[in-house]
């Protein structure tokens, strides 16, 4: 079936440092993938959706220059979270659209601690 | 706000019974549902599906029923075992592509 890799599953940085998340699609192509952000005990919440080629798109409340994203080619994404401070601290879930409306997958996440 | 609810934030049933998970939503025009099921620090797995034109789906000890009238939808897992014990999320989609998540509801299943 369809798989996600994210990477990478754990980072602790700095405060002030960025830190790059990689989601790729491994045997699909994949013009759409989407970050989502989990709180502890709280729902994913959408962050963007990231277009093949061009502008991510940022739901209300996200800042663009701080969650800067970057969609090169079919099968890669990447979320880079500039001058990350502890309030940055969360589980980061990417995801794609493989095949048909329930064909979403899910990568593995990346829990990242700002300290 | 939340256009996707899932007001038990937890459950517990014992191995065997039947779990019964809920979802409500406010948005008439979602048009695909989903279920999720979501382990500690991994990424939610697919687990169920149905269109808004149906009102039943079923997938081995899976099914998940839709009331559009009352704009509920529910999944039920039968016999429970105790390896379904996870956080479980629901979701909606609308036009294809916005993704709308629930809260989640943390199942124990009881050896």
């Known amino acids: 079936g369809a798989v996600v890799s994210q990477h990478p599953s754990r980072v602790i940085c700095k405060s002030g440092t960025s830190v790059k998340i990689e989601c790729r699609s491994l045997d699909f192509q994949a013009t759409t993938m989407f970050w989502y952000r989990q709180f502890p005990k709280q729902s994913l919440m959408l962050m963007a959706t990231s277009n093949e080629g061009s502008k991510a798109t940022y739901e209300q409340g996200v800042e663009k220059d701080k969650f800067l994203i970057n969609h090169a080619s079919l099968t890669l994404s990447t979320l880079t979270v500039t001058s990350a401070h502890p309030e940055d601290s969360s589980f980061y879930i990417c995801s794609a659209r493989a095949f048909g409306p329930a064909g979403y997958t899910f990568g593995s996440g990346t829990r990242l601690t700002v300290v | ?17 039947i779990s019964i998970l809920n979802c409500d939503y406010t948005n008439s025009m979602f048009d695909y549902f989903l279920w999720y099921k979501k382990y500690p620090a991994e990424g939610p797995t697919f687990l ?21 009238s009352a704009k509920h939808l529910s999944l039920h897992i039968v016999p429970s075992q105790p390896g379904d014990s996870a956080v479980y999320f629901c979701a909606a989609i609308q036009a294809g592509n916005q993704f709308y998540f629930g809260t989640g509801t943390s199942l124990t299943v009881i050896p």
Do not use: M
């Open chain 2, 1 to 17: 706000d939340q256009q996707v609810k899932q007001n038990s934030p937890s459950l517990s049933v014992q191995e065997g019974r």
């Open chain 2, 48 to 68: 169920i599906s149905i269109s808004s034109i149906k009102d039943k789906n079923e997938d081995g000890r899976f099914t998940v029923f839709l009331n559009k």
